[in-house]
Antibody
Framework: EVQLAESGGGLVQPGGSLRLSCAAS????????MNWVRQAPEKGLEWISYISSASTTRLYADSVKGRFTVSRDNARNELYLEMNSLRDEDTAVYYCAREDAESGSTDYWGQGSLVTVSS | DIQMTQSPSSLSASVGDKVTISCRASQTIAGHLNWYQQRPGKAPKLLIY???TLHSGVPSRFSGSDTGTEFTLTITTLQLEDIATYYCQQSFTIPQTFGLGTRVDLK
């Protein structure tokens, strides 16, 4: 069974930093590209980052470019999102999600990790 | 960025009703259109990918179709467990973009 479990969320002050982790199991993690998608309170879904299976390609939404960094450790089956210079508008539930190579769809999602940016 | 326009933004229906949700892309996406279901307080789940292919384990009452830039999600017979918000997403280009969602509740 495919499982994705995010951790590391919490309350942080504006301008602060936080690192999210996503533990993957139930599938060959090193063979899949991964995405981060976030959802602000009572809002829709926003794609924010992509990393290819071997980390050769990393992509970001304009809203987080230069502040967030995606990485992965295929030996540990883990995905990460390093978030710096956090703003109020970064408050959201952050989901890690596996990408299906053929369709580009995000076929499995974690349960999400809440990040609250507030003073 | 490709804009995804969903309609309606919300609808009310009874158990057993047929429900139809539309999604339009601002430019061609070559059928790279996916539908997700998000129940309250839960993570999204993939329902349909590539416009019309049912994801593993998804009930057959869900179906998808397209006419190029116009896409449709249909629930043939609404069940209680289908009360949720539905999102379309294009995976043709980066950034992947989502529609604003269609909230389905009980009449």
């Amino acid at each position: 069974e495919v499982q994705l479990a995010e951790s590391g969320g919490g309350l942080v002050q504006p301008g602060g930093s936080l690192r999210l982790s996503c533990a993957a199991s139930g599938f060959p993690f090193s063979s899949y590209s991964m995405n981060w998608v976030r959802q602000a309170p009572e809002k829709g879904l926003e794609w924010i980052s992509y990393i290819s299976s071997a980390s050769t390609t990393r992509l970001y939404a304009d809203s987080v470019k230069g502040r967030f960094t995606v990485s992965r450790d295929n030996a540990r089956n883990e995905l990460y999102l390093e978030m710096n210079s956090l703003r109020d508008e970064d408050t959201a539930v952050y989901y890690c999600a596996r990408e299906d190579a053929e369709s580009g769809s995000t076929d499995y999602w974690g349960q999400g990790s809440l990040v609250t940016v507030s003073s | 960025d490709i804009q995804m326009t969903q309609s309606p933004s919300s609808l009310s229906a009874s158990v057993g009703d047929k429900v139809t949700i539309s999604c339009r892309a601002s430019q061609t996406i070559a059928g790279h259109l996916n539908w997700y279901q998000q129940r309250p307080g839960k993570a999204p789940k993939l329902l349909i990918y590539s416009a019309s292919t049912l994801h593993s384990g998804v009930p057959s009452r869900f179906s998808g179709s397209d006419t190029g830039t116009e896409f449709t999600l249909t629930i043939t017979t609404l069940q209680l467990e289908d009360i949720a918000t539905y999102y379309c997403q294009q995976s043709f280009t980066i950034p992947q973009t989502f529609g604003l969602g269609t909230r389905v509740d009980l009449k």
